[in-house]
Structures are given as structure tokens and as C-alpha cells.
């Protein structure tokens, strides 16, 4: 009923006024309009403005979002870390001085990432102090399956030959027969605990002097968790063995720049078990033939190194902090052209001190070679070390 009073106003108006008051009233109305058409104008320029402040506004709100979500997707697939060891020892042997010294054992970086689901890539950057240098350690890129059991690794990396575990502060007599990096391409399949496959690679100790891709090496584990126990064997084998770590600076020192003969095959098998606290390690490494005498000797004639560790392990609590302490005994054969010890017997414990910061201390007893062998015939030497370890 409100809505028609202005009509009603309006038309009593008309009927009571003159020609003049007519148009006078139509000059009102014309103004009146003109101004609602303003207003109009006006509401729809603010609608205007207030949609384009709140797109804006949506815009800065996803802004922090998109950075987010790119800067967090690029460090989730980026992983950093590194450990940095440092040793005091003290050495006496049976014939001689005593000696001591400090020095950085390891320094290490590394970075992982995991390009896409299908391709990963590390670089390892390596420092040791009696090496004197920063070296690539290990620079490999991986691709697998998600969905499969197989993988390929190619580049510089530690080929799969023997694991070397162990809960000693020194590195066992197997690892400075049998450790190997090289540049390589290894594929292999991973499926139930079973790993298995072969590699491939171009050793530094080269077989009549030729420089081509002649080294290859197959290896095969399995492993088993159950009710707190678990165990783990794997065997290797290299086409040359004289291409390890430990071997090939002897070998390439003894020819003196003439060619290497011929390739000499080596094996490994290890194995570990763990139930509750304790752990159990033991490892053979061995070359299956001879090396010339001109290349690597042994007692007037050519040498077939190998080693052995048998290790035990125990995890406790000391002071409400995690420790392990460990026993081990290792012997080598054949390796005194090496520089190794024929018999060693270490013990040694770790404790967590602080989170990932380690503190541990080792005694290892040497026996070297007899006189006959081309040792020493000493009966023994005592090493101390004493070790503080972090990992980040």
C-alpha cells in the first residue's frame, strides 16, 4: 500500500496545477532521474573497484601458497647430511718409538635427491687427513621402478663387494683387501628381502695395458626380520680383485709402468645376525688365484691375499645413554706385501654421549708376519684410539 502514495501525490499535483506547475514537475522528475542514474553509475564503478580488491586479495592469499608448495616440494626432495670423525691415537709397537697423533679421520658431505619417482641422484664430498685432499667420493644417478623390483646405478660409487660392517672404531682387515670404487653401472632386483645383480666397469688395473670396460661383478643377498631378530647374508664376486682400494696402488707400484697380465677373480661372503642386544658379524674376502710375483708377492712367489673378521656385538645402557661394545678377531693370509697385519685382536665401546654425537674407544693388538713370510716376526703392537664422532 506505501509503494502507490507517491503516484497518488503526484497525480493530485497535476490536476490542481497550471501549464507551468506541469512543467516545472517534469524538470523535477528529469533531475531526479539524472541523479538516480548517477548513483546508479556510481554503485556500479564501487561493485567494480570491490571486485577487483577481492581478486586481489585471493591473489595474495594463494601467492604464499604457490611459494610454498614449490620451495617445500623442492626441499622435500633434497636431503643433506654428512658425519665428521676425529681420533686421538696412540701407537706402541715391539720394535721402535711409540708415536701419537690427532687428526680429522673423516669429514664428509652428502647430498641426495630424489628427482622424480623414478630417477635419484648423490654426491658424497670426502676429506681425510692422511689423504691431505677433498675428493668426490661417490656421484651416481639411480633410476627404478616404483612399481618393480629392479634398479640401475650408474657412476662413481663402492661396487658391491663385500659390506665390511662393524662396530669397531678401525675398519676391518677384509675392507683393505676387498673394498672397490669405481665407475660403474649396476642393475640389479630387489623383491622379499632377496637382492641380486651384476656390474660392470672400467678397472684402473688394466689387463695387458688396454683401456676398455673388461671388469664385471655379480652379487647376491637375502635378508630376514622376525620377533626381534634378524639376519642378512650376501655373497660377490669381481673379475678382478686387484681393482680394489687396497690392491691396485701396490700392484701398479710394483709393475712400474709395465702392463698387468692378467685379472685375478676374488670372492666375498658375509653375514649378520641380530637378536635383542647382541650382533654378530662375520666376512671372508679372498682372491682365487695368484697374482704374479712381479705384480703382488708372497714368500717367493705370487700371493693369493684374503682375510677373515668374526665380530660380537653388544647394545646396553650406560648412564641412561645407548652404547654398544664390541670384540673382534681377524686374520689375513698372503697379505704381508699389503702392509697388513697377519692376526689382529680389537675391542672396542661407543656411547651416545649426545643426540647423533658418539664417543668411542678402541684397543687393537697386531701380530705381523714371521721373518720367513717377509713380516717382522714381531709378536705384537698396541694401538689406542679414542674417537669423537657427529652425523647431521
Do not use: C
Not at 289 to 303: D, K, P, S, V
Request: proline share 3%; hydrophobic share 40%; glycine share 12%.
Amino acid at each position: 500500500m506505501n509503494s502507490t502514495k507517491p503516484a497518488v501525490v503526484t497525480a493530485a499535483a497535476l490536476l490542481f496545477s497550471g501549464g507551468a506547475g506541469a512543467g516545472a514537475i517534469d524538470d523535477e522528475i528529469a533531475v531526479i532521474k539524472a541523479r538516480l542514474k548517477q548513483l546508479e553509475q556510481q554503485v556500479q564503478a564501487q561493485n567494480r573497484v570491490i571486485q577487483e580488491k577481492d581478486r586481489q586479495l585471493e591473489a595474495l592469499a594463494e601467492k604464499p601458497q604457490r611459494h610454498k608448495a614449490a620451495s617445500g616440494g623442492w626441499f622435500q626432495r633434497i636431503e643433506l647430511g654428512g658425519a665428521v670423525e676425529v681420533e686421538a691415537g696412540y701407537s706402541d709397537p715391539d720394535a721402535g718409538n711409540g708415536s701419537s697423533d690427532i687428526v680429522v679421520a673423516t669429514a664428509e658431505v652428502g647430498i641426495a635427491a630424489q628427482i622424480n619417482d623414478w630417477v635419484a641422484s648423490e654426491i658424497t664430498l670426502l676429506y681425510e687427513e692422511d689423504e691431505g685432499s677433498v675428493d668426490v667420493d661417490v656421484a651416481t644417478i639411480s633410476i627404478a621402478n616404483p612399481d618393480r623390483p629392479w634398479f640401475i646405478s650408474a657412476g662413481q660409487q663402492y661396487l658391491p663387494f663385500g659390506s665390511y660392517q662393524s662396530n669397531l672404531v678401525s675398519d676391518p682387515l677384509t675392507l683393505e683387501i676387498g673394498e672397490t670404487r669405481e665407475t660403474a653401472v649396476v642393475a640389479g632386483l630387489e623383491s622379499d628381502g632377496f637382492t641380486g645383480g651384476i656390474y660392470a666397469f672400467n678397472g684402473d688395473v688394466d689387463e695387458g695395458g688396454d683401456d676398455e670396460i673388461g671388469s664385471f661383478g655379480l652379487f647376491a643377498g637375502y635378508g630376514r626380520e622376525s620377533n626381534g631378530s634378524s639376519f642378512r647374508v650376501n655373497a660377490g664376486y669381481i673379475s678382478n680383485i686387484g681393482d680394489s682400494d687396497g690392491l691396485q696402488d701396490s700392484i701398479n707400484d710394483n709393475l712400474g709402468g709395465s702392463d698387468f697380465n692378467h685379472q685375478v677373480p676374488g670372492v666375498t661372503l658375509d653375514a649378520l645376525f641380530a637378536t635383542g642386544p647382541f650382533t654378530f658379524i662375520a666376512e671372508y674376502t679372498a682372491a682365487t688365484e695368484r697374482f704374479r710375483m712381479n705384480e703382488l708377492a708372497f714368500n717367493g712367489g705370487g700371493a693369493q691375499p684374503s682375510a677373515f673378521n668374526i665380530e660380537a656385538g653388544y647394545g646396553f645402557t650406560l648412564a641412561g645413554k645407548e652404547a654398544t661394545a664390541a670384540i673382534a678377531y681377524q686374520e689375513t693370509n698372503e697379505a704381508v706385501a699389503l702392509g697388513l697385519a697377519e692376526k689382529r685382536i680389537a675391542a672396542a665401546i661407543s656411547v651416545n654421549i649426545m643426540e647423533n654425537t658418539a664417543l668411542a674407544f678402541e684397543w687393537a693388538h697386531d701380530d705381523d708376519y714371521s721373518a720367513a713370510d717377509g713380516g717382522t716376526d714381531e709378536n705384537g703392537g698396541d694401538r689406542l684410539t679414542a674417537q669423537l664422532a657427529v652425523e647431521f
